[in-house]
Each structure stands twice: as C-alpha cells, then as structure tokens.
T-cell receptor, first 115, second 115 residues
C-alpha cells in the first residue's frame, strides 16, 4: 500500500510554455502533499506544501505565481510550471501524507527539461 | 530551525564489507528520523524510520539505524554491503505535527560499491 504516482515521468518543453505535473496517491487519501525540487547531485528542496481544498504554502524563495499548485482532491495534486525557462529544468518529486505526523510516501519523480 | 548534516559526500566500500553512513540532526524537540535511498533518476524509497521506542531500528534490505539522542545522531548501518546497494542515501528529520511535519533532508551520501 501507500503508492504514489507521478505523470509524466519526463517532459521536454520549449521556453515560455507551461507544463503540468500530476501527483496521485493510488491507494490512500492524502490530506497533505508536498512538492520538492532536486538539482543534479543535490538534495531535495521543499517547494510547497498543499492541503486538499486550500491554498498551497510555499517555502521562502519559491515563486508562487510561477509554480502553481492545486490540490483538488484527496488523491490528486498538480504542479504547473508557468512560462518555463531553462533554469526551471530539474527533477520534481512529490510526496503524500495520510495524516499529520505520519510519514511521507514519495512519487518516482518527473524530469523536466526546458529548451 | 531543523537541519540535517551528512558529513560524508561520497563513500566507497567493497562488496561484503560493513557500512556506516553518518547523520547528525538539529531539532528542538523529539524528532522523527528517516533514511531514504535513491537510485539514479528515481524517487525515494524509505529504508527505515524512528518515531519513538527502541533506539535501534531495523529497516528493509538489511539496514539498521541507531538513534542516539546524546549525540544527535541517527547513523545507518549494514553488516555486509551488496553491489545493488550502490545509490544515494538521504537522512531526513521532521517533527510530528502541523508545519513541523515538513521533512528536512541532508545533502546525501553517494555510496559506491566495488566488486
């Protein structure tokens, strides 16, 4: 149990376009979902925390107008990178949490390349 | 603020040798501690976690970790390493409620296994 999927697993887009990444909890309801960004050979940096039905909470330094997060249901959260630029190229990983205080279950990640 | 230090960026061990990956944390209360493994281009897999109770925690794939409050450490160990253990290992800390449930990751230790 506790499987989290992400779609797509990799995407290439042109500079200036927007791209949406989906994160789904397949066999449990996720009250909270987290979005992380990982640069090559670096650690995971938390971008934002989202709770179902409410606005996401962004970490300091993360542009909320650029990285739009929607947590429309207890099993789906989306991250939209708007007007993407090459510096947005990265590995984006989501995680889902059943209840506050429980562990996070991680998705397999999405590799975004902006050309 | 919570933080995690993994002092070893890269470790090389021979297959069959024992392994210890170091992790030191900073947290104002009793922490929740985690070890994750990440293979190249993949998401994170939970190896083990410590919430409370016995300070020696057993995980998957033959890994164990020991929580030492006096040293603020949560080192990961394996008695005999297999070539398939080569990967990136992340230690992480969180609290147990509200915003304190956010995970903070260390910078990771890359494990190389020689045959």
């Amino acid at each position: 149990g506790a499987v989290v999927s992400q779609h797509p697993s990799w995407v290439i887009c042109k500079s200036g376009t927007s791209v949406k990444i989906e994160c789904r909890s397949l066999d449990f309801q996720a009250t909270t979902m987290f979005w992380y960004r990982q640069f090559p050979k670096q650690s995971l940096m938390l971008m934002a925390t989202s709770n179902e039905g409410s606005k996401a909470t962004y970490e300091q330094g993360v542009e909320k107008d650029k990285f739009l997060i929607n947590h429309a249901s207890l099993t789906l959260s989306t991250l939209t990178v708007t007007s993407a630029h090459p510096e947005d190229s990265s590995f984006y990983i989501c995680s889902a949490q059943r209840d506050r205080g429980y562990e996070q279950y991680f998705g397999p990640g999405t590799r975004l390349t902006v050309t | 603020a919570q933080s995690v230090t993994q002092p070893d960026i890269h470790i090389t061990v021979s297959e069959g040798a024992s392994l210890e990956l170091r992790c030191n944390y900073s947290y104002g209360a009793t922490p929740y501690l985690f070890w994750y493994v990440q293979s190249p281009g993949q998401g994170l897999q939970l190896l083990l976690k410590y919430f409370s109770g016995d300070t020696l925690v057993q995980g998957i794939k033959g890994f164990e970790a020991e929580f030492k409050r006096s040293q603020s450490s949560f080192n990961l160990r394996k008695p005999s390493v297999h070539w398939s253990d080569a990967a990136e290992y992340f230690c992480a800390v969180s609290g147990n409620t509200g915003t304190a449930s956010k995970l903070t990751f260390g910078t990771g230790t890359r494990l190389q296994v020689t045959l």
